[in-house]
């Protein structure tokens, strides 16, 4: 029995010599690898709707270890992203960060519309914001969600100076020796974290952190994601780079 989806291709690497193995998002499934026969070929119809980061509707044939993706329709192209390289840089981190994090056939019913939000700001200009509040919310859905409000550890509200540790979450000025891996949060960094996870999406394009802020949330995020990755990931070291060269939030 065949299957409809709609999803947005996250991974897509060569088979054989004409044949494309892609790993989408699905809205209802999660994550998935397919095989698209012939797809490489210049006038297949999967040729466009099997590029990464499009969004399409996809009829999938169950296999034994893979699936067949048999007919395609595109919902978005994504070309905007894939045309423009600091774009591409951020939108392959967002796809590396979530194929690491997921697991396969995982249904999250939040992801994927996280995704696909994400995406779109990307797509409209202000990735540097969109990358932040992906991965503040990814690690809500995967079950990691940041505690911004008590300390950590002694589980009373913050005062003053406030720390930020890899574990997730805040901790207060007695409770920071107690816990390794901790890094001070100043209040612009901390209200930002909170913006990220709790407003609405659409609502974030109001957000306009300053410089130092956006350093900072870049590199207190990396350690938090850091500790429950179980591999570098590819894109970092490029995207990385182009964060470096000045402000994008
Ligand atoms: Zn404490």
């Given at each position: 029995m065949s299957w409809k989806t709609e999803g947005i291709v996250l991974r897509v690497r060569n088979l054989g010599e004409a044949d494309r193995i892609v790993t989408i998002f699905t809205k209802d499934r999660g994550k998935l690898n397919a095989v698209a026969r012939?797809?490489?070929?210049?006038?297949?119809?999967?040729l466009s709707p099997t590029q990464v980061f499009t969004h399409g509707r996809y009829m999938i044939f169950p296999g034994k270890g893979l699936h067949n993706l048999s007919q395609a329709e595109i919902i978005h192209s994504g070309q905007i992203i894939r045309d423009d390289l600091e774009k591409f840089a951020y939108a392959s981190y967002v796809t590396e960060l979530l194929d690491s994090m997921t697991a396969e056939?995982?249904?999250?019913?939040q992801i994927f519309p996280l995704l696909a939000a994400t995406l779109s700001l990307g797509e409209a200009g202000r990735f540097g914001l969109a990358v932040r509040a992906f991965e503040i919310r990814l690690m809500r859905e995967l079950?990691?969600?940041?505690?911004?409000?008590?300390?950590?550890?002694?589980?009373e509200s913050l005062k003053g100076s406030v720390f930020f540790t890899e574990q997730g979450g805040t901790l207060c000025e007695k409770c920071v020796g107690h816990v390794p891996g901790s890094m001070p949060l100043t209040n612009g960094t901390w209200e930002l974290m909170k913006r990220l996870l709790e407003w609405e999406f659409s609502r974030l394009t109001v957000l306009h952190p300053a410089h130092g802020n956006e350093v900072e949330l870049r590199r207190v995020m990396r350690r938090y994601l850091d500790y429950r990755l179980e591999y570098p990931l590819k894109s970092l070291e490029f995207l990385e780079t182009l964060e470096a060269l000045g402000p994008d939030i």
């Open positions: 012939g797809a490489r070929r210049i006038r297949n119809r999967l056939e995982d249904p999250s019913g079950g990691y969600e940041p505690e911004l409000y008590q300390c950590l550890h002694c589980r």
